[in-house]
């Protein structure tokens, strides 16, 4: 069995031996803990009930109450679904982390606490820390995996678009249309720094008008569904347009490109996507995946390592060489934390030495100032 599919716990596996009341608080713990998340963290019922097994299967293994666990407990069960079962490493980190959060919930929890502290004269301590957790792949490994690209290289990519657009015309390919689509697409998604599931999730109804920027038109955001966190669904974001170039093309697609799409008889009219595919229909992340492979070829850039994702790391990238405040950015990208924008940052040794430049001369002058 292929590791990626191995399950550490087992619904009917989980037999609890410890005294009754102390199995009651346990139940009155998980079933709190459950109301919370699926209540005021509106996290999913299949991710509630995913951690509450796993959580379930950590007493079972120890055999404790959970205010009687210790770190020495969590450390035999991560061996066990380790080495013994042969979980796989990020699924191992995921189970460690439900752990985590239960314990955080009734650490936290000042009713639970008097409880234990009441019944037992214990403090409900956490078990999981950093230090004993896999840690994550480390965040500059991860983005060197979704290098940025560089101002040349983004030129190379649109230019190339431009390049197949003409060719295309000239003889009458079919790929006239397509390419013409891929260009707003792309250079939509580099400017509002869209995954690629986000940019295939708009609709016509997804962009509205920024009384602050009149000249752009009906495009001055775009209403964005992006991925939640720690089980919560997807969360809606406003993502601003701040590039004066995109609206027009966005227009142009609108009026010129996309009612192409919906001319064939199978098509219906009423379609609500944003960007289509030939069949007329939603643009789909696997379709995205294929243009966007076809032009890196058209550029010369298939051997780079670019993916569509990468566009979001670029306009990371070249938001910071130009001045862009972290906190913008980390907005703009939906973001919870600036320090997992940062790692989106891929400024090259010219930016870094201008950076330093800058700083060096002005500690020079400010102290020929005070002499």
């Not at 609890?16 to 079933?31: G, K, T, Y």
């Not at 234990?116 to 950093?130: C, F, P």
């Not at 500059?140 to 030129?155: C, G, K, L, S």
């Not at 999730?201 to 939640?228: Q, T």
Request: charge should be neutral; glycine fraction near 4%; aromatic fraction near 12%.
């Amino acid at each position: 069995m292929s590791r990626k599919h191995l399950h550490v716990v087992d619904s009917s596996s989980f037999e609890l031996n410890i005294p009754e009341a102390e199995l009651e608080l346990m139940e009155e713990m998980i079933s709190a803990y459950e109301v919370r998340r699926l209540g005021s963290r509106n996290h999913k019922q299949k991710s509630v009930s995913s951690d509450t097994a796993v959580i379930r299967s950590f007493l079972t293994f120890i055999q404790k109450a959970p205010w009687n666990a210790t770190t020495d407990d969590f450390d035999a069960w991560c061996y066990q679904i380790g080495r013994e079962q042969k979980v796989a490493t990020n699924s191992q980190r995921k189970y460690q982390s439900a752990v985590q959060g239960f314990y955080r919930y009734i650490v936290d929890n000042v009713k639970f606490q008097a409880a234990v502290l009441d019944r037992y004269n214990l403090r409900i301590i956490q078990l999981v820390t950093e230090e004993n957790k896999i840690p994550h792949v480390h965040e500059r490994q991860r983005t060197n995996e979704r290098p940025a690209f560089t101002h040349q290289d983004f030129e190379s990519f649109i230019g190339a678009i431009d390049v197949q657009i003409v060719e295309a015309y000239k003889f009458n390919s079919k790929e006239f249309l397509a390419l013409q689509r891929d260009k707003v697409m792309f250079y939509s998604m580099y400017v509002m720094a869209l995954r690629n599931s986000e940019c295939c999730d708009l609709n016509l109804s997804s962009f509205r008008s920024n009384p602050n920027l009149p000249e752009f038109g009906d495009y001055g955001f775009a209403s964005v569904w992006g991925k939640g966190s720690k089980g919560s669904g997807p969360k809606q974001r406003a993502v601003a347009i701040d590039h004066a170039d995109l609206p027009p093309l966005l227009d142009w697609y609108v009026n010129d490109i996309r009612p192409q799409y919906l001319q064939k008889p199978h098509c219906d009219p009423n379609e609500e996507a944003f960007f289509l595919t030939e069949r007329g229909s939603r643009m789909k992340s696997g379709s995205l995946n294929y243009r966007f492979k076809k032009i890196l070829g058209y550029a010369g850039l298939s051997e780079k390592g670019f993916v569509p994702h990468c566009l979001r790391h670029t306009f990371t990238t070249h938001a910071s060489s130009a001045g862009m405040s972290l906190e913008y950015s980390k907005i703009k990208l939906g973001h919870e934390y600036a320090a997992t924008t940062q790692t989106y940052t891929h400024c090259g040794d010219e930016f870094v030495n201008r950076e330093a430049v800058r700083y060096a001369q002005s500690i020079i002058n400010r102290l020929s100032d005070d002499e």
